[in-house]
C-alpha cells in the first residue's frame, strides 16, 4: 500500500515534497518512500527529484489505483474502497463480502472484467484500461418492493457524477441506461439477497460498468451501433481515477438520501429521461420479440414507472421489462 500512499501524497502536494516529509507522514523508512517511488515510476508515473526540495510529481498515467482514488476520497473512505486490477465481476466478490459480513458501503472496483454481466443475463463487455466496473455494498433497512427503485436512484448518482468529471450531463434511457450522444455509455445492474422466513433484505449490491475513454474500435462489431464512452461524446479522455472517486462520492449521497430524499431523486431522473415524451416499443414478459407494443411515453410517475398510451388507446404504468425509444417501423 506504500506506493499508493506516496502516490497520493505527490498529487496532493503542489510543486516538490521532501522524502523526509513523505516518510513522517506515513510512518515509513526513508527507504520504504525511495522503493515506492522506484515502484511508481515502473508503473508509468513521471517523478522529477532534485536534491535538497525532494520529489514532484510531473504527470502519471491513467490508471485506477488505490492511490490514485486516495488523492481525493482520502483515507478514510479508502478503508473499505478494494481496487482490482482484474476479476470475473465485482458484483460477485461484493457478494462474497456481503456474506462474510462486510458493512455497508464496501466498495469494489476493477480495472478489467472478465465475466462482466447486465440485465436480463446479458453481458457487459469490461475491456482494461478503458472503463470503470464498480459495484458497492448497501444494506437498506426497507422493504424488497421499495428497493427497486434503487436502480433508478443510481442513475441520477452516476449521471450526476459524469457532469461533475466532464461539466456534460448524460440522458437516461429507461430503466436505467445512460447516454451520450445517442450512445448507451453506462449499465446498472442491481442483485439482492433476502432472508427468505422473514423477507427482509439482507443486502443489495449495486453494480454499474462506465464505458470511459474507449474508441468505437475497442468495441466488438455486434455493439458498434449502440455502444459509446464517454470519451467519444466529450472529445478527450477523462480521468478515470478522478471519475471513480466522484461515483463513489454520488452513491454516498444516495445511501445517505435513501429514502427521505425521493423527490430530489425523482425530480432530477424526470429532467433527464429521454423516454418521455416519444413513441416507444414495450417488451416484457406479455410482449415478447415480435409482439412488443408500440405506443406513447406519456410520464414518467412517482414510483418511476412509465405512463404508456398504447396504439388502442389503453393505458398502462410499465414498471419492469424493455421499453426501446426507437423510430415506428
Same mark, same amino acid.
Given at each position: 500500500?506504500?506506493?499508493?500512499?506516496?502516490?497520493?501524497?505527490?498529487?496532493?502536494?503542489? !510543486?516538490?515534497?521532501?522524502?523526509?516529509?513523505?516518510?513522517?507522514?506515513?510512518?515509513?523508512?526513508?527507504?520504504?518512500?525511495?522503493?515506492?517511488?522506484?515502484?511508481?515510476?515502473?508503473?508509468?508515473?513521471?517523478?522529477?527529484? #532534485?536534491?535538497?526540495?525532494?520529489?514532484?510529481?510531473?504527470?502519471?498515467?491513467?490508471?485506477?489505483?488505490?492511490?490514485?482514488?486516495?488523492?481525493?476520497?482520502?483515507?478514510? $473512505?479508502? &478503508?473499505?474502497?478494494? /481496487?482490482?486490477?482484474?476479476?470475473?465481476?465485482?458484483?460477485?466478490? /461484493?457478494?462474497?463480502?456481503?456474506?462474510?459480513? %462486510?458493512?455497508?458501503?464496501?466498495?469494489?472496483?476493477?480495472?478489467?472484467?472478465?465475466?462482466?454481466?447486465?440485465?436480463?443475463?446479458?453481458?457487459?463487455?469490461?475491456?482494461?484500461?478503458?472503463?470503470? *466496473?464498480?459495484?458497492?455494498?448497501?444494506?437498506?433497512?426497507?422493504?424488497?418492493?421499495?428497493?427497486?427503485?434503487?436502480?433508478?436512484?443510481? @442513475?441520477?448518482?452516476? %449521471?450526476? %457524477?459524469?457532469?461533475?468529471?466532464?461539466?456534460?450531463?448524460?440522458?437516461?434511457?429507461?430503466?436505467?441506461?445512460?447516454?451520450?450522444?445517442? $450512445? &448507451?455509455?453506462? !449499465?446498472?445492474?442491481?442483485?439482492?439477497?433476502?432472508?427468505?422466513?422473514?423477507?427482509?433484505?439482507? *443486502?443489495?449490491?449495486?453494480?454499474?460498468?462506465?464505458?470511459?475513454?474507449?474508441?468505437?474500435?475497442?468495441?466488438?462489431?455486434?455493439?458498434?451501433?449502440?455502444?459509446? #464512452?464517454?470519451?467519444?461524446? /466529450?472529445?478527450?479522455?477523462?480521468?478515470? #481515477?478522478?471519475? %471513480? @472517486?466522484?461515483?463513489?462520492?454520488?452513491?454516498?449521497?444516495?445511501?445517505?438520501?435513501?429514502?427521505?430524499?425521493? @423527490?430530489?431523486?425523482?425530480?432530477? *431522473?424526470?429532467?433527464?429521461?429521454?423516454?418521455?415524451? $416519444?413513441?416507444?416499443?414495450?417488451?416484457?414478459?406479455?410482449?415478447?420479440?415480435? *409482439?412488443?407494443?408500440?405506443?406513447?411515453?406519456?410520464?414518467?410517475?412517482?414510483?418511476?414507472?412509465?405512463?404508456?398510451?398504447?396504439?388502442?388507446?389503453?393505458?398502462?404504468?410499465?414498471?419492469? !421489462?424493455?421499453?426501446?425509444?426507437?423510430?415506428?417501423?
Amino acid at each position: 500500500m506504500t506506493k499508493y500512499e506516496v502516490l497520493a501524497i505527490l498529487k496532493n502536494t503542489q !510543486g516538490y515534497v521532501s522524502g523526509e516529509k513523505i516518510s513522517s507522514l506515513l510512518g515509513v523508512s526513508r527507504a520504504a518512500v525511495n522503493a515506492a517511488v522506484k515502484a511508481l515510476r515502473k508503473e508509468g508515473c513521471e517523478i522529477a527529484s #532534485s536534491t535538497n526540495r525532494g520529489y514532484c510529481l510531473v504527470s502519471s498515467p491513467d490508471l485506477l489505483t488505490e492511490g490514485d482514488l486516495m488523492s481525493y476520497l482520502g483515507e478514510e $473512505r479508502m &478503508k473499505t474502497v478494494s /481496487v482490482l486490477q482484474t476479476t470475473d465481476s465485482t458484483n460477485r466478490r /461484493v457478494q462474497e463480502l456481503a456474506q462474510c459480513g %462486510a458493512p455497508d458501503g464496501l466498495t469494489v472496483i476493477a480495472n478489467e472484467q472478465t465475466a462482466g454481466r447486465g440485465r436480463l443475463g446479458r453481458s457487459f463487455h469490461s475491456p482494461k484500461d478503458t472503463g470503470i *466496473y464498480f459495484s458497492v455494498l448497501l444494506r437498506p433497512t426497507c422493504k424488497p418492493t421499495e428497493i427497486v427503485q434503487i436502480t433508478t436512484w443510481t @442513475a441520477v448518482a452516476i %449521471a450526476r %457524477a459524469v457532469w461533475r468529471a466532464t461539466g456534460e450531463q448524460p440522458d437516461i434511457k429507461w430503466v436505467n441506461d445512460l447516454m451520450m450522444g445517442g $450512445r &448507451k455509455i453506462c !449499465g446498472i445492474l442491481t442483485e439482492m439477497s433476502v432472508e427468505s422466513e422473514t423477507g427482509t433484505i439482507q *443486502y443489495v449490491v449495486v453494480g454499474i460498468g462506465v464505458n470511459v475513454n474507449q474508441k468505437i474500435d475497442d468495441f466488438p462489431e455486434e455493439l458498434r451501433e449502440i455502444a459509446g #464512452s464517454i470519451a467519444m461524446a /466529450v472529445g478527450h479522455p477523462v480521468s478515470r #481515477s478522478y471519475l %471513480a @472517486a466522484c461515483m463513489i462520492e454520488e452513491m454516498d449521497h444516495l445511501k445517505s438520501a435513501w429514502p427521505d430524499k425521493r @423527490a430530489d431523486y425523482l425530480e432530477a *431522473y424526470r429532467s433527464m429521461c429521454i423516454s418521455t415524451g $416519444r413513441e416507444v416499443w414495450v417488451t416484457d414478459a406479455r410482449h415478447t420479440g415480435e *409482439y412488443a407494443l408500440h405506443g406513447f411515453c406519456e410520464a414518467v410517475c412517482d414510483d418511476f414507472s412509465l405512463r404508456i398510451r398504447y396504439d388502442d388507446g389503453t393505458y398502462e404504468n410499465v414498471s419492469s !421489462g424493455e421499453v426501446s425509444v426507437k423510430p415506428v417501423g
